[in-house]
């Protein structure tokens, strides 16, 4: 079946969101699991990438992961596969029920946003109306604060009944403010005469927006742990650089430190979204892009360069100061 998009142009790519709830404790072998599920489904035709958003919080257990491929029968193809029941058949006791999937063919990537993705039952004979009602909701969300667009997709046969919409607002906030607001409370209610069921998952990155690539590389957003070296390689020197340049001339000016340091902040946030991460993103998308980056050994010797490059900063602004 095909996707109907909401807002913006359909695409040819599929994706499948999966939901986790790992037991209490188990999260280290659920990441190792996650980890050998990674690596075998790079092995099929089609694959593009995966992302993997951990919980907010300690008291959220559940973990979304996003795989992407080229079509929807190559990644039908993975989801049938022995090799990934294997290791659903390996992973079950680390989850405090089976995991969830929603599946989307075509439409545009789930990325560089702060994205809800929602599945619907809906009721048999209801599909139209719930159709029309989806447009109801699309026209109330467009008048919220942050929303960035909106995609209705269809059930796709043989692999996933229900239907799902998946929308984006640039902030978490927004989203959060959106979810719990009158007016989708009250929509809802309306709604709930053409779906019998709806779950919610929530997907967000907290570096996201600093990972963009250039045309015909948007092959998703890297691991968080990724994310956080990386953004630590760029804000160290850019931090230190302003203390000793902008910073002294501050502090020579008599600046009130609480003002020194919003102006600090102003200038090292500017610096590392149009400077420092672009170049940053350049240097090392062999490492970043999840395309790119199929192998161990490329994991690790991505890592063990940032980690050089730490220890050259330290030494240099040792020197320095």
Same mark, same amino acid.
């Given at each position: 079946? /095909?996707?109907?998009? /909401?807002?913006? &142009?359909? #695409?040819?790519? !599929?994706?499948?969101?999966?939901?986790?709830?790992?037991?209490?404790?188990?999260?280290?072998?659920?990441?190792? =699991? @996650?980890?050998?599920?990674?690596?075998?489904?790079?092995?099929?035709?089609?694959?593009? #990438?995966?992302? *993997?958003?951990? %919980?907010?919080?300690?008291?959220?257990?559940?973990?979304?992961?996003?795989?992407?491929?080229?079509?929807? $029968? *190559?990644?039908?193809? =993975?989801?049938?596969?022995?090799?990934?029941?294997?290791?659903?058949?390996?992973?079950? !006791?680390?989850?405090?029920? +089976?995991?969830? *999937?929603?599946?989307? /063919?075509?439409? !545009?990537?789930?990325?560089?946003?702060?994205?809800?993705?929602? &599945?619907?039952?809906?009721?048999?004979?209801?599909?139209?109306?719930?159709?029309?009602?989806?447009?109801?909701?699309?026209?109330? *969300? @467009?008048?919220?604060?942050?929303?960035?667009?909106?995609?209705?997709?269809?059930?796709?046969?043989?692999?996933?009944?229900?239907?799902?919409?998946?929308?984006?607002?640039?902030?978490?906030?927004?989203?959060?403010?959106?979810?719990?607001?009158?007016?989708?409370?009250?929509?809802? $209610?309306?709604?709930?005469?053409?779906?019998?069921?709806?779950?919610?998952?929530?997907?967000? /990155? %907290?570096?996201?927006?600093?990972?963009?690539?250039?045309?015909?590389?948007?092959?998703?957003? +890297? %691991?968080? =742990?990724?994310?956080?070296?990386?953004?630590?390689?760029?804000?160290? +020197?850019?931090?230190?650089?302003?203390?000793?340049?902008?910073?002294?001339?501050?502090?020579?000016?008599?600046?009130?430190?609480?003002?020194?340091?919003?102006?600090?902040?102003?200038?090292?946030?500017?610096?590392?979204? =149009?400077?420092?991460?672009?170049?940053?993103?350049?240097?090392?998308?062999?490492?970043?892009? %999840?395309?790119?980056?199929?192998?161990?050994?490329?994991?690790?010797?991505?890592?063990?360069?940032?980690?050089?490059?730490?220890?050259?900063?330290?030494?240099?602004?040792?020197?320095?100061?």
């Amino acid at each position: 079946m /095909s996707a109907r998009a /909401s807002q913006g &142009s359909e #695409g040819t790519g !599929a994706t499948v969101v999966t939901s986790q709830k790992v037991r209490p404790g188990r999260t280290e072998e659920y990441q190792r =699991w @996650q980890e050998r599920t990674d690596r075998a489904v790079r092995d099929f035709e089609g694959f593009e #990438g995966t992302e *993997q958003y951990p %919980p907010d919080s300690e008291e959220e257990n559940e973990w979304v992961v996003v795989f992407r491929f080229s079509r929807i $029968d *190559q990644l039908t193809m =993975w989801l049938r596969s022995g090799v990934r029941q294997k290791l659903l058949d390996e992973g079950s !006791a680390l989850f405090e029920e +089976p995991p969830t *999937q929603e599946v989307l /063919s075509g439409g !545009a990537p789930v990325r560089d946003a702060v994205t809800a993705v929602i &599945s619907h039952e809906v009721r048999p004979g209801r599909e139209a109306d719930f159709a029309r009602w989806q447009q109801k909701m699309l026209r109330a *969300q @467009q008048k919220c604060p942050g929303f960035m667009g909106s995609e209705l997709f269809e059930p796709v046969a043989g692999i996933q009944d229900n239907w799902v919409v998946v929308f984006r607002f640039d902030t978490r906030e927004h989203l959060d403010e959106w979810l719990g607001s009158d007016a989708r409370a009250k929509l809802l $209610d309306e709604g709930r005469e053409y779906f019998s069921t709806y779950d919610v998952r929530k997907i967000t /990155s %907290p570096f996201s927006g600093w990972f963009r690539f250039g045309e015909g590389e948007q092959e998703g957003v +890297p %691991p968080n =742990w990724k994310q956080a070296m990386s953004v630590v390689l760029a804000l160290y +020197p850019t931090v230190m650089i302003l203390n000793l340049t902008v910073g002294r001339g501050l502090d020579s000016l008599g600046t009130p430190g609480y003002l020194a340091l919003f102006i600090g902040n102003v200038l090292s946030v500017s610096a590392l979204t =149009w400077l420092m991460m672009p170049l940053v993103n350049r240097a090392l998308a062999f490492w970043l892009l %999840p395309g790119r980056a199929r192998t161990v050994g490329v994991h690790v010797a991505g890592a063990a360069l940032v980690t050089a490059c730490y220890a050259l900063l330290i030494v240099v602004f040792g020197l320095f100061t």
